[in-house]
């Protein structure tokens, strides 16, 4: 179970709603978006904690929370037992060291002004650690680790590929030495196969460095790939948390079983024999989300409790340890 | 009725499709063969600059030239080159007997009409119908695409559409003129992963339903394996391996191949088996090794792989694989680990 030591990061009934703001000086209310309507989730020390959703869900809006990039509507984000939401600057600047983000598009992210070596020392720079000769032992080090030429420091990014890009982004994350990377879909903008070369890499320095990794994705092969414990995100909720193993054996939101439906395996003979469950419809907006659970217009087990009351997100210890599921009929299958 | 379904409808022939840029020859398609038999599904798999998007581009006559050049190569369709043809006459089968569905939505579709208009267009541009005739033919095709409220959405311009919704609409334009071969370039890759597979379900609805035939150009080895019957692996602008999609899976016979199913993590497995990626990226095809272009990135490269890029061979009964070393693996010597 979860005690305090083990407990690195934990997000207690976070929210973040976006206002939309109407009227000639901007000045009227109109509407919030929800994009993260109260989540709670935490990651042990040295595990993998994946979160998955589709596009709007709210994972890129949690990661920015837990950086504190933003400023949550109401909630809290304990780090080591500390909420980080009361910190102030000086003590906020401790944190940040300590959390690093790798991005999406290793081609965005990367300043094409700079050389790889000044991008990877621009974090030691900001924290003043080293001086101009340990910084760049630091740094030769820091892209060996990563599967780069430390030959290379003094290259652009435009000359290297996708995949190079990317180990250049998780050097620059790597190198203040952090406990928590927050994964923002490192590998969705790259090849296949370059693709599981950056995910054996995450999973070596994991390992090596006994890191702690906040992995977004929206596929689902990945995230079960590296993942410890998974959460699934519809709509701003988190309304499945599970065990890999387990969430991957025994699904029990149809939100989460509509997903892993809808991917098709790459096995022809398998891929032919299986019963698929096609979600029908699109994700709705956040701005008027569904009443009661906000899946029920797409759930074909809905009934009508689901669209006038909301379900809670409770434990099924009888599938799996720790498993949790928003939805009353959880675990019930889907007849197609 | 079996026999039909052998019939060839669209033969590619040694296409090379070659730009020419400042810094040097860009062979994106070099010595492209395949066939398309009418009502199947055939999938075109590779990585970013295999060549794929623009074999597809070649077909319909879209690429720009200059830079772009066909150097050389057939492309028959309904016993006519299209290489050869008159642009006036390849009007006559873009978008009419054989038409594409973009990777992007939002980029392909005209932000300034609506959606009725540019359905209408299609339709026109080929039909000799009224505008009532094609008003109603917009509704059926919109039907058909499975999006609902039409009347309404005739009137909905594409910002307004969500992002499935765009890709069903460019679906019904795709059909409109209820052509003999559909190209699907990637139709699902800018799309959520629910909204991805009524996507595909669609395709593959329509494709049974009119008796058409599909070229479905993807990286996602799982959709392969659901929706092709056979599958064309290309590599640095070169087909590898061209065979029907259980070869392709539980045959493989090109390292490359081999490297690409190692390199997937699969749903469906219960152990964490750690992936096996291909070492390397794709090399720049402005040059290109002299010998095969994969042989850098392989771990069974040996000594003639370095000096030629070898002949594509049919080495069992529609398993075509141009890699030295196949053979090896055909008769178990050499072992796929």
């Given at each position: 179970?979860?005690?305090?030591?083990?407990?690195?990061?934990?997000?207690?009934?976070?929210?973040?709603?976006?206002?939309?703001?109407?009227?000639?000086?901007?000045?009227?209310?109109?509407?919030?978006?929800?994009?993260?309507?109260?989540?709670?989730?935490?990651?042990?020390?040295?595990?993998?904690?994946?979160?998955?959703?589709?596009?709007?869900?709210?994972?890129?809006?949690?990661?920015?929370?837990?950086?504190?990039?933003?400023?949550?509507?109401?909630?809290?984000?304990?780090?080591?037992?500390?909420?980080?939401?009361?910190?102030?600057?000086?003590?906020?600047?401790?944190?940040?060291?300590?959390?690093?983000?790798?991005?999406?598009?290793?081609?965005?992210?990367?300043?094409?002004?700079?050389?790889?070596?000044?991008?990877?020392?621009?974090?030691?720079?900001?924290?003043?650690?080293?001086?101009?000769?340990?910084?760049?032992?630091?740094?030769?080090?820091?892209?060996?680790?990563?599967?780069?030429?430390?030959?290379?420091?003094?290259?652009?990014?435009?000359?290297?590929?996708?995949?190079?890009?990317?180990?250049?982004?998780?050097?620059?994350?790597?190198?203040?030495?952090?406990?928590?990377?927050?994964?923002?879909?490192?590998?969705?903008?790259?090849?296949?196969?370059?693709?599981?070369?950056?995910?054996?890499?995450?999973?070596?320095?994991?390992?090596?460095?006994?890191?702690?990794?906040?992995?977004?994705?929206?596929?689902?092969?990945?995230?079960?790939?590296?993942?410890?414990?998974?959460?699934?995100?519809?709509?701003?909720?988190?309304?499945?948390?599970?065990?890999?193993?387990?969430?991957?054996?025994?699904?029990?939101?149809?939100?989460?079983?509509?997903?892993?439906s809808a991917i098709p395996i790459p096995d022809p003979d398998l891929e032919k024999q299986r019963q698929r469950i096609i979600l029908p419809g699109?994700?709705?907006?956040?701005?008027?989300?569904?009443?009661?659970?906000?899946?029920?217009?797409?759930?074909?087990?809905?009934?009508?409790?689901?669209?006038?009351?909301?379900?809670?997100?409770?434990?099924?210890?009888?599938?799996?340890?720790?498993?949790?599921?928003?939805?009353?009929?959880?675990?019930?299958?889907?007849?197609? | 009725?079996?026999?039909?379904?052998?019939?060839?409808?669209?033969?590619?022939?040694?296409?090379?499709?070659?730009?020419?840029?400042?810094?040097?020859?860009?062979?994106?398609?070099?010595?492209?063969?395949?066939?398309?038999?009418?009502?199947?599904?055939?999938?075109?798999?590779?990585?970013?600059?295999?060549?794929?998007?623009?074999?597809?581009?070649?077909?319909?006559?879209?690429?720009?030239?200059?830079?772009?050049?066909?150097?050389?190569?057939?492309?028959?369709?309904?016993?006519?080159?299209?290489?050869?043809?008159?642009?006036?006459?390849?009007?006559?089968?873009?978008?009419?007997?054989?038409?594409?569905?973009?990777?992007?939505?939002?980029?392909?579709?005209?932000?300034?009409?609506?959606?009725?208009?540019?359905?209408?267009?299609?339709?026109?541009?080929?039909?000799?119908?009224?505008?009532?005739?094609?008003?109603?033919?917009?509704?059926?095709?919109?039907?058909?695409?499975?999006?609902?409220?039409?009347?309404?959405?005739?009137?909905?311009?594409?910002?307004?559409?969500?992002?499935?919704?765009?890709?069903?609409?460019?679906?019904?334009?795709?059909?409109?003129?209820?052509?003999?071969?559909?190209?699907?370039?990637?139709?699902?890759?800018?799309?959520?992963?629910?909204?991805?597979?009524?996507?595909?379900?669609?395709?593959?609805?329509?494709?049974?339903?009119?008796?058409?035939?599909?070229?479905?150009?993807?990286?996602?080895?799982?959709?392969?394996?659901?929706?092709?019957?056979?599958?064309?692996?290309?590599?640095?602008?070169?087909?590898?391996?061209?065979?029907?999609?259980?070869?392709?899976?539980?045959?493989?016979?090109?390292?490359?191949?081999?490297?690409?199913?190692?390199s997937v993590s699969k749903l469906n497995e219960e152990k964490k088996e750690r992936l096996k990626p291909i070492k390397g990226t794709p090399p720049?095809?402005?040059?290109?090794?002299?010998?095969?272009?994969?042989?850098?990135?392989?771990?069974?490269?040996?000594?003639?792989?370095?000096d030629s890029f070898p002949p594509t061979i049919e080495e069992e009964q529609n398993h075509f694989v141009a890699c030295f070393r196949a053979k090896?693996?055909?008769?178990?010597?050499?072992?796929?680990?």
């Open positions: 179970m979860k005690s305090e030591d083990t407990v690195l990061l934990e997000v207690k009934n976070l929210k973040k709603y976006f206002y939309l703001r109407t009227g000639f000086f901007f000045n009227k209310t109109a509407g919030s978006i929800k994009a993260v309507d109260n989540i709670n989730f935490f990651i042990r020390r040295g595990e993998t904690f994946g979160l998955v959703g589709e596009s709007g869900c709210g994972k890129s809006t949690a990661a920015r929370l837990i950086l504190r990039l933003i400023q949550p509507t109401s909630g809290e984000i304990f780090y080591k037992g500390k909420n980080i939401l009361t910190l102030k600057r000086s003590q906020m600047f401790k944190y940040r060291k300590e959390i690093q983000i790798i991005f999406q598009d290793p081609y965005a992210s990367l300043s094409p002004r700079m050389t790889i070596g000044d991008i990877v020392s621009e974090p030691l720079e900001v924290h003043r650690i080293g001086d101009k000769n340990s910084r760049i032992k630091e740094i030769k080090h820091t892209l060996k680790i990563v599967g780069l030429n430390p030959e290379h420091v003094n290259r652009y990014p435009h000359e290297f590929s996708g995949g190079q890009r990317q180990r250049v982004g998780i050097a620059r994350a790597l190198i203040l030495q952090p406990e928590l990377i927050i994964c923002d879909e490192p590998v969705s903008a790259l090849d296949v196969s370059v693709q599981a070369q950056i995910l054996n890499l995450m999973i070596d320095l994991q390992k090596e460095f006994n890191l702690t990794y906040l992995f977004i994705a929206h596929d689902l092969s990945v995230v079960k790939y590296v993942s410890n414990r998974i959460g699934v995100m519809y709509l701003g909720k988190i309304v499945e948390v599970a065990p890999a193993e387990d969430l991957y054996k025994k699904p029990l939101h149809p939100y989460t079983m509509g997903l892993l699109d994700v709705p907006s956040p701005i008027n989300p569904p009443s009661g659970c906000r899946f029920h217009p797409r759930c074909p087990n809905a009934q009508d409790i689901c669209s006038k009351q909301e379900p809670e997100l409770k434990n099924y210890p009888e599938n799996g340890n720790n498993h949790f599921a928003a939805c009353f009929f959880a675990g019930k299958p889907i007849n197609n | 009725m079996a026999n039909n379904l052998q019939e060839k409808i669209l033969e590619v022939k040694n296409l090379k499709t070659y730009f020419h840029t400042d810094a040097g020859v860009v062979k994106a398609v070099d010595g492209v063969n395949f066939d398309l038999k009418r009502g199947e599904t055939l999938g075109i798999v590779g990585e970013t600059g295999s060549g794929k998007s623009i074999t597809a581009l070649t077909i319909l006559g879209l690429i720009p030239i200059p830079p772009g050049k066909v150097e050389s190569g057939e492309i028959i369709f309904e016993g006519q080159d299209l290489l050869k043809c008159k642009i006036s006459n390849l009007k006559h089968f873009r978008g009419n007997r054989i038409s594409m569905i973009f990777q992007d939505p939002m980029t392909s579709l005209n932000p300034v009409f609506n959606i009725g208009n540019q359905l209408i267009e299609a339709i026109q541009a080929h039909q000799n119908l009224s505008k009532k005739q094609s008003y109603d033919k917009a509704l059926e095709l919109l039907d058909m695409v499975g999006i609902s409220d039409r009347k309404k959405r005739m009137k909905s311009y594409p910002h307004e559409f969500s992002g499935g919704m765009r890709q069903r609409a460019m679906i019904a334009m795709a059909i409109a003129n209820s052509p003999s071969i559909l190209i699907a370039d990637e139709p699902t890759t800018a799309l959520d992963v629910t909204i991805q597979a009524q996507i595909l379900e669609l395709i593959d609805g329509l494709k049974k339903k009119t008796n058409s035939s599909v070229i479905l150009i993807t990286h996602d080895l799982g959709v392969i394996a659901k929706y092709a019957e056979r599958v064309m692996v290309m590599y640095a602008g070169k087909p590898v391996e061209f065979a029907s999609v259980n070869d392709i899976f539980y045959r493989p016979l090109h390292p490359y191949n081999l490297g690409l199913i190692g720049s095809l402005i040059d290109l090794p002299k010998g095969c272009t994969f042989a850098l990135r392989c771990k069974f490269a040996i000594k003639p792989c370095w090896e693996f055909l008769n178990g010597s050499l072992k796929r680990e």
